[in-house]
């Protein structure tokens, strides 16, 4: 019933900046921690940052001083700022979240479908 949806990828260059958006929609009772993922062809997928529902973050190192999550509790959005991109940035960017059931009996984990983030001149 749940669904994550990311906006904001595309073609970028070297340098350059893009801000990645995820909406949660349906019936739920609240969102735990939130992130996103990163999947290049060939390579596993891996955490590029978390933030919890107080909004303490963490960075994996290749990303740590260049991008920055955020998230607003109200629209039910996560956010990705990334800035100074670079190819090796270029990859599948996923949201993902734990969402509390409408009922409280549950915490189940969510993916988006994904966007691509590609950074090239």
């Known amino acids: 019933q749940v669904q994550l949806v990311e906006s904001g990828g595309g073609l970028v260059q070297p340098g350059g900046s893009l801000r990645l958006s995820c909406v949660a929609s349906?019936?739920?009772?609240?969102?735990?921690?939130m992130g996103w993922y990163r999947q290049a062809p060939g390579k596993e997928r891996e955490l590029v940052a978390s933030?919890?529902?107080?909004?303490?973050?963490n960075y994996a190192d290749f990303v740590k001083d260049r991008f920055t999550i955020s998230r607003d509790n109200a629209k039910n959005t996560v956010n990705l700022q990334m800035n100074a991109l670079k190819p090796e940035d270029t990859a599948a960017y996923y949201c993902?979240?734990?969402?509390?059931?409408?009922?409280?009996?549950?915490?189940?984990?969510?993916w988006g479908q994904g966007t691509q983030v590609t950074v090239s001149s």
């Open positions: 993902n979240a734990y969402i509390i059931s409408e009922d409280r009996n549950s915490e189940l984990r969510y």
């Open positions: 349906g019936k739920f009772f609240s969102i735990n921690a």
């Open positions: 933030i919890s529902r107080g909004s303490s973050t």
